[in-house]
T-cell receptor, first 114, second 111 residues
Framework: DVKVTQSSRYLVKRTGEKVFLECVQDMDHENMFWYRQDPGLGLRLIYFSYDVKMKEKGDIPEGYSVSREKKERFSLILESASTNQTSMYLC?????????????FGPGTRLTVL | RKEVEQDPGPFNVPEGATVAFNCTYSNSASQSFFWYRQDCRKEPKLLMSVYSSGNEDGRFTAQLNRASQYISLLIRDSKLSDSATYLCVVNLDTGRRALTFGSGTRLQVQP
């Protein structure tokens, strides 16, 4: 069974804090993704990575950075948290290939920034 | 205009009913299409891929209409357990190997 785990289910932080969200997958997937999900807006891609130390911006990268030092781990960093970053954050992974492979999601981290 | 657009619903249907959702996409060059299912407070999971010729998996049928740029999902003989949000997912072929998710259509099947 593919397993994608996220470090926290719920997180409360204060404005200006640096926040780390961790994601780990155990299926040796090359691709990893970070999304945020907000009511009425659906899932929006923040960053993704096709390989270790490789990253690409998604649709809404502003205010975020990522790190992929090991294949199984993809971290999302909020450099200085703001209230508009209150959201559900979902990590996903997939196999690399010529066609778009199924993305497996973690359970999500609900982040509240006060 | 949203790149991937869905009616948010909710669609309230009785058990046993047939229900259909449509999803429109903006880029006619899009190549890959999927339906994901998301239960309340859970992560999305792949329901089915959508092929050019259409495909069926039990009570679920997915179809692609390239001319009108939409995909559809038909659910026959609805079960209470089908209650969920259905996400339309498209690769918009913008030169980036990533998928674009619609905001979802909520289905509530009632006894």
């Amino acid at each position: 069974d593919v397993k994608v785990t996220q470090s926290s289910r719920y997180l409360v932080k204060r404005t200006g804090e640096k926040v780390f969200l961790e994601c780990v997958q155990d299926m040796d997937h090359e691709n990893m993704f970070w999304y945020r999900q907000d009511p009425g807006l659906g899932l929006r891609l923040i960053y993704f990575s096709y390989d270790v130390k490789m990253k690409e911006k998604g649709d809404i990268p502003e205010g975020y950075s990522v790190s992929r030092e090991k294949k199984e781990r993809f971290s999302l960093i909020l450099e200085s948290a703001s209230t508009n970053q209150t959201s559900m954050y979902l990590c996903a992974s997939s196999l690399q290939g010529a066609v778009y492979n199924e993305q497996f999601f973690g359970p999500g981290t609900r982040l509240t920034v006060l | 205009r949203k790149e991937v657009e869905q009616d948010p619903g909710p669609f309230n249907v009785p058990e046993g009913a047939t229900v259909a959702f449509n999803c429109t996409y903006s880029n006619s060059a899009s190549q890959s299409f999927f339906w994901y299912r998301q239960d309340c407070r859970k992560e999305p999971k792949l329901l089915m891929s959508v092929y050019s010729s259409g495909n069926e998996d039990g009570r679920f049928t997915a179809q692609l209409n390239r001319a009108s740029q939409y995909i559809s999902l038909l659910i026959r003989d609805s079960k209470l357990s089908d209650s969920a949000t259905y996400l339309c997912v498209v690769n918009l072929d913008t030169g980036r190997r990533a998928l674009t998710f619609g905001s979802g259509t909520r289905l509530q099947v009632q006894p």
